[in-house]
């Protein structure tokens, strides 16, 4: 607001007209405040040349004194939350065989969905796969591997991931196996 443009508003403050509107400061657990104007026992106490504090072309009688008062909540930006999952996963990979990792579909608490990312690898890093140790299977938003039996040692690699959302950060999860023979 322009230095010629005040009023006279105190978070603090109460409301004497009605004497029931109390302001109270932003609490950032809620995103609850209130705001309360300052009200003047004199009509001469009040400055009404600060445009914006009064309203052209309406009477008012100060002689009661004036108020108002404002309640709500808001969101302020920066203040955001930790997205979060539950991941239910088996403790071991079958050496050879058919083993689910993902039931259904992981939802975070931001509502996303998280996309899967399956890698394994005769290598500790498990970065890329070849289809004679393993094979990713997806159907109907489970997601299983089908492991050969042919690596002595199999490193598996499962990455779920969402992306930022408003007030929320980005979700990232991972879980390594190792599958012995």
């Known amino acids: ?5 005040q009023c006279a508003v105190v978070l ?14 932003y609490d950032p657990a809620t995103g609850a405040f209130a705001v309360a104007s300052t009200t003047y026992a004199a009509p001469n ?14 009477a008012y009688d100060l002689s009661k004194g004036m108020g108002w008062y404002l309640t709500g909540t808001m969101t302020l930006p920066g203040a ?31 509502g996303q969905e998280a996309t899967a990312k399956l890698s394994w690898s005769t290598k500790k890093s498990a970065k ?21 039996g042919t690596a002595k040692r199999l490193y598996v690699k499962l990455r779920l991931s969402a992306p930022a959302r408003d007030g929320y950060t ?8 190792t599958v012995k023979r």
Do not use: H
């Open 1 to 5: 607001m322009p230095a010629d443009r």
């Open 12 to 25: 603090a403050a109460t409301e004497k007209l009605g004497g029931q509107a109390a302001g109270k400061n």
């Open 45 to 58: 106490a009040i400055d009404v040349t600060p445009a914006g504090c009064l309203a052209a072309n309406i």
């Open 80 to 110: 955001t939350a930790a997205q979060t999952a539950k991941v239910k996963l088996p403790k071991k990979i079958k050496p050879k065989g058919k083993t689910v990792l993902l039931k259904k579909t992981v939802v975070t608490n931001a």
């Open 128 to 148: 890329g796969g070849k289809a004679t140790y393993a094979k990713a299977v997806t159907k109907g938003g489970s997601l299983a591997i089908r492991t050969t």
């Open 170 to 177: 980005a979700y990232s999860f991972t879980k390594k196996w």
